[in-house]
């Protein structure tokens, strides 16, 4: 079965960057669209980006576009969000999402499919 394993969430000091990985099993990666959420507490998950399967087509919510970039690499099964400038409004738990419209940018959270368990990022002030 489809299975996605996110890892590089850590705690940081603002303005600082992280990537994080999101590991596919069981999929063909390329014929899925990929998406990074976050879910900050005590509030909704949300959108965050989104890559085409072949990663030439991406999307970005307002509050991270200019500081955080999206990529894959479909021969490794590796989805991946690059996050610069980061602030303390940040933190929150980020999930990885596959959803099989591969030739799409998908930004709606009820499109994808599968999901990741998330993982922690804390950005300190």
């Known amino acids: 079965q489809v299975q996605l394993a996110e890892s590089g969430g850590a705690l940081v000091q603002a303005g600082g960057s992280l990537r994080l990985s999101c590991a596919g099993s069981g999929l063909t990666f390329s014929n899925y669209a990929m998406g990074w959420f976050r879910q900050a507490p005590g509030k909704e998950r949300e959108f965050v980006a989104a890559?085409?399967?072949?990663?030439?087509?991406?999307r970005f919510a307002d509050s991270v576009k200019g500081r955080f970039a999206i990529s894959r690499d479909n021969a490794k099964n590796t989805l991946y969000l690059e996050m610069n400038s980061l602030k303390p409004e940040d933190t929150a738990v980020y999930y990885c999402a596959a959803a099989t419209r591969g030739s799409l940018v998908v930004t709606v959270q009820s499109l994808y499919t599968n999901w990741g368990p998330g993982t922690q990022v804390t950005v300190s002030s």
């Open positions: 890559i085409a399967g072949n990663g030439r087509l991406s």
